[in-house]
């Protein structure tokens, strides 16, 4: 799925404009912003887009949608051209107008009419679409009762909750029969009950409508319950793109670690097999020289699948598999092997412990439980000893531009 404009190359070029789902390979951009990127999305799937603020999201909805136009590519849904568009200034244009694209857009705010009633704001969306009105109710009480809405239909927006009028707006989105519906942040403005509501409605959109779906969205739990593949879009660009679990489960940029909640070293593979991280020195002058992270799970830095010599791989491992105990001041030597002595910089309370910074690797952190941390007597400056369990620790191969 990943390459095409996210990959540099393609966008303005061929992409499978008879697949039957959403193919959009756009590269756009606003001000000092461009975004060049490709997902493919097929019926009756959810692919969740994840991305730090103001990596782009939004801006490759609305190119799908056609409220943004791209620079070149194309989006294709279904099979239809909605927009091609070439780099040159005399290549052929296409673009189909937003109206017309049968995309379906839902925004963190639900956007009803205030004057119309539920069952007339839902009604609207099949009488734009030339349905009759007593037809466009009709189809519209059904889908209000499929909802759990019925009961509100007559009521007027302001009458609802944030929730009840979100799930209406989706109701109304999806009257609209769109080919694609793109969820911009659904569940942002809605509280943690109205949130699941809605979460549950929407994972029956590709069972019902079977038409593709973008989710939009900050939260990792979002992309793990409702959606099987996840792009991560950075600065424009398509960062990593698989499957939810292999995304979240081994994340190969900061940002999806820090959404998984895991942490994450890169560096190069030695002759032992060992990740090896070069450190930043403390302000104590005692930083670690070199960070060795083996790992041990099957398949994961040992065995026949271990990255070569030399080349770059990743070390994912979770905070609480790390253990804190009082550096015993003989410094470990620099080949130590998953285990380092480091600098407490931050500590700050987590649900059942405190989660410690360290200076030396301030990318990294450590949860211990409220046992041990008073145990520790935990305090800023701290030296403390890591250590981690093979068995702990991920290690992947990434491609070899990640150390240049
Ligand atoms: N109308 C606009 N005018 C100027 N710059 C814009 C406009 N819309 C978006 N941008 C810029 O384009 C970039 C991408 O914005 P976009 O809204 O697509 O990001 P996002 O990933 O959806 O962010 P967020 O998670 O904060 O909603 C940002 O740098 C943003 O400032």
Redo the contacts with the bound molecule.
């Keep these: 799925m990943s390459g095409g404009a996210s990959g540099g190359g393609s966008a303005g070029g061929a992409v499978s404009a008879t697949s039957a789902g959403l193919v959009a390979d756009v590269a756009a951009s ?4 461009e ?1 060049r990127a490709r997902i493919e999305v097929a019926p009756g799937e959810i692919l969740a ?1 994840l ?12 190119a799908i949608a056609g409220t ?1 136009l791209p620079d070149s590519g194309s989006v294709h849904v279904g099979g239809r051209e909605l927009t091609r568009r070439g780099a040159g200034p005399r290549s052929a244009q296409h673009d189909v107008a937003p109206e017309q694209r049968r995309v379906g857009l839902l925004g963190q705010q639900p956007l009803l009419f205030p004057h119309l009633s539920v069952l007339e704001n839902v009604a609207f969306a099949a009488r734009a679409r030339g349905a009759r009105t007593h037809a466009a109710r009709a189809a519209a009480r059904a889908r209000l009762e499929q909802f759990g809405l019925a009961e509100l239909a007559l009521r007027r927006p302001r009458q609802l909750s944030g929730g009840q009028q979100q799930r209406v707006a989706l109701a109304r989105t999806l009257a609209a029969e769109p080919e694609v519906l793109l969820l ?2 659904p569940f942002a403005a809605l509280d943690v009950q109205a949130a699941a509501e809605m979460r549950e409605l929407i994972s029956g959109v590709p069972g019902s409508a079977r038409i593709p779906v973008v989710l ?1 969205t ?1 939260d990792p739990l979002d992309a793990i319950v409702l959606a099987r593949r996840s792009v991560v ?1 950075q600065e ?1 660009r398509i960062a990593a793109d698989g499957a939810t679990s292999e995304v979240l489960g081994h994340p190969t940029t900061p940002f999806a670690a820090a959404l998984a909640g895991v942490n994450l070293v890169v560096g190069s593979v030695d002759d032992e097999g060992c990740v090896v991280v070069p450190a930043t020195p403390s302000a104590h002058g005692q930083g670690v020289p070199l960070f060795r992270l083996r790992g041990s799970a099957p398949g994961t830095g040992t065995g026949d699948t271990d990255p070569p010599v030399g080349s770059a791989a990743s070390a994912v491992f979770s905070p609480g598999a790390v253990h804190a105990a009082p550096a015993d001041h003989r410094a470990p030597a620099a080949s130590a092997v998953n285990r380092w002595t480091g600098t407490v910089a931050q500590l700050r309370p987590v649900p059942g412990g405190v989660r410690i910074g360290i200076a030396e690797l301030p990318d990294l952190v450590v949860d211990v439980p409220s046992a041990a941390a008073v145990s520790l007597d935990l305090t800023t400056g701290a030296r403390l000893d890591f250590t981690i369990p093979a068995a702990e620790v991920s290690v992947r191969a990434l491609p070899a531009s990640v150390l240049r």
């Design positions: 606003i001000g000092a912003f975004l887009v991305g730090p603020n103001g990596a782009g999201k939004s801006t490759l909805l609305h943004v911009d942040e939009v900050h879009l424009g």
